[in-house]
């Protein structure tokens, strides 16, 4: 049975390209307008993918196994969160493996009387591992080292133009010899402070040195990033118990993800939308060239009838030759909407990879042009009456 | 075999009707060789193709082989088209795109998807016509004898037992028209093949056992 339909499968796709064969240039604009409408499918949805899976393995680079907090409240709210806590919360929530304190103040800082751009800024020595950071000269700061000792950004660095390790930094009414200067770093999301700007001291010092400041933002590193959701509500808990004045408010590179994730999908569906309608055009395209096809056919449909065809043969045969011209046209679409993708992809920096959902639906939308536009031909031709048909010259 | 009882038909041309068959009685027996002649536009094709279940009458009793055919659905009437009957047209009618093979088995074509066994059943018939070696060629490459043995193959190959040929000679010169002729009685001699010959040239009727003459829709027995 599988075996009489594959031949007789192959035999009307014969027939169809045989037929197409004979009309290569009316075949050649059928296809065209598919080849377009197919390519411009892929090339959106491939497009759209590579852009989305750029943004996540951005967003990965920075580690799924961070959560950023920022406390939002009064001074006198926000200062109940104290390292101690901190600490505390560490030992008591075993997934916890680092945390990273973050306090701010604001005072002008200068550098031999230059003005220097900086964001002066309190942490201890897990912000290190936590915000992957590196040491271009001199050495970061241990838990023991006094106010008086800081570290300094690329970009202060860059604006002091003379190296700063050993140097002295102006801040407020007050010194701090640099003990070292940062490699510059990549921005992250989950670190709310631009630290190519930073002048960076120990956290303990820092906040015995501004009693006005508090950590305002903490950044927990987990050793096991799927913890991230069931970490993150403990800490909502655990905070709204002891310091129920503060707001707290999350941010995870698992939710920012699947955000992400969620938003791109409803643009590759937008984009697709958009891309549908140049291959609708393209459909209508084979739909114009198959009722022209049968126009000049009919005497070929009345011999088949005359000499047995039945109703649904001749319906077969069209629509098989309709859909032969979708599928070519989607093959080459497919084509160049990858080719056209990877060339974007390695222009822009996407990463570059073989993406099957595109490649799939471009074929089986082709396929769905084919049957849904060369069906009402298909139909028409096989309703013709034999002699009317036989007649025509 | 054939009987027609009755048969008229009319189009309805500018909000009138234009009458083409007019109460035609006529009926053949298996193995008969007859010839209808009339002039141009007298309604012998529109009477082959009603016989050829191509067509249907205004009114009227159609039956073959004792079955009235108005009872036939499309299908059957598909399935007695290609088993029963064959058809010669007047400009060959073959497929410009196929091969001759192709032309050939057309008819086989709707009984099977094998296409090796089409090919030689298609081979086996075209040298019956006397053409051996045209199997991969296209019809354009034959002359008008030759296209036209070709359409006769494929009338033959699905064997049946009645052949309607519209003006068979039509476009052919008079000596290939004469051996086509002669092809066709030795056909129904030896076959016993039913063949109903249209044709306007009394030279071509006179190969039949019966002449038929239509006139304005008319149809009579020569001799009656």
Request: proline share 4%.
């Amino acid at each position: 049975m599988l075996t009489l339909w594959i031949q007789s499968i192959s035999v009307l796709l014969d027939q169809a390209r045989i037929n197409i064969q004979a009309h290569k240039m009316r075949a050649f604009l059928a296809v065209l307008g598919v080849w377009i409408g197919s390519a411009s499918v892929v090339a959106l949805l491939y497009c759209s993918q590579l852009a989305t899976l750029s943004v996540v393995n951005k967003l990965s680079e920075l580690g799924t196994n961070l959560i950023s907090l920022s406390l939002l409240g009064s001074n006198d709210s926000v200062k109940r969160v104290t390292p101690g806590v901190l600490i505390d919360l560490q030992e008591t929530i075993p997934d916890i493996k680092h945390v990273a304190p973050i306090a701010f103040s604001y005072e002008p800082t200068s550098f031999h009387g230059q003005r220097l751009d900086a964001h002066i800024i309190g942490s201890t020595t897990t912000l290190y591992s936590i915000a992957h950071l590196r040491m271009h000269s001199g050495r970061f700061f241990t838990p023991w080292d006094e106010v008086e000792y800081c570290i300094v950004g690329a970009e202060l660095q860059k604006q002091a133009a003379i190296p700063l390790v050993g140097s002295q930094i102006q801040y407020g009414n007050h010194y701090c010899t640099v003990l070292g200067v940062l490699a510059p770093t990549q921005s992250n999301f989950f670190i709310p402070v631009e630290l190519d700007r930073a002048l960076l001291f120990p956290l303990a010092s820092f906040l015995q040195h501004n009693p006005s400041s508090g950590v305002r933002d903490v950044v927990f590193s987990l050793g096991d990033s799927t913890a991230v959701e069931r970490v993150e509500q403990t800490l909502k808990n655990r905070l709204a118990v002891l310091a129920p004045q503060t707001k707290t408010y999350f941010r995870n590179p698992k939710t920012l993800i699947e955000k992400v994730v969620e938003q791109k999908q409803q643009l590759t569906i937008l984009l697709a939308i958009i891309g549908s309608i140049s291959l609708l055009v393209g459909g209508i395209g084979i739909m114009n060239i198959m009722l022209v096809s049968i126009v000049e056919r009919k005497r070929e449909i009345g011999i088949r009838l005359a000499v047995g065809a039945h109703v649904h043969d001749i319906r077969w045969m069209f629509l098989v030759e309709a859909v032969l011209l979708s599928v070519c046209g989607g093959v080459l679409g497919i084509l160049s909407g990858v080719g056209i993708s990877i060339t974007i992809a390695h222009f822009v920096s996407w990463p570059i990879v073989w993406l099957f959902m595109p490649i799939l639906l471009g074929f089986f939308v082709s396929v769905a042009v084919g049957v849904f536009f060369g069906y009402w031909p298909a139909h028409l031709a096989s309703s013709l009456n034999p002699v009317d048909a036989l007649r025509m010259e | 075999m054939i009987k027609l009882t009755n048969i008229s038909k009319s189009y309805i041309v500018g909000g009138g009707e234009v009458p083409v068959l007019r109460a035609i009685n006529f009926s053949i027996d298996s193995g008969d060789l007859v010839a209808i002649v009339g002039a141009s536009g007298s309604g012998k094709s529109t009477l082959m193709h009603i016989m050829g279940l191509l067509d249907t009458p205004t009114s009227g009793d159609y039956t073959l082989d004792g079955t009235p055919v108005n009872t036939y659905g499309p299908d059957e009437l598909a399935r007695v088209r290609n088993r029963d009957i064959g058809f010669i047209f007047q400009n060959f009618a073959l497929l410009p795109q196929y091969p001759v093979w192709y032309n050939v088995g057309l008819p086989l074509h709707y009984r099977t998807s094998d296409l090796a066994f089409i090919k030689s059943r298609a081979q086996e018939y075209l040298a019956r016509v006397g053409l051996p070696d045209v199997a991969n060629r296209y019809p354009h490459a034959l002359s008008g004898g030759q296209q036209q043995r070709v359409a006769c193959a494929r009338a033959l190959i699905a064997e049946p037992r009645i052949i309607l040929a519209d003006e068979p000679t039509g476009a052919l010169d008079s000596q290939t028209s004469t051996e086509f002729m002669q092809f066709l009685q030795t056909l129904n001699v030896e076959q016993q093949t039913t063949i109903v010959i249209i044709t306007h040239d009394s030279a071509i009727a006179a190969y039949a056992q019966q002449i038929w003459r239509m006139v304005d829709g008319v149809l009579s027995q020569d001799g009656q």
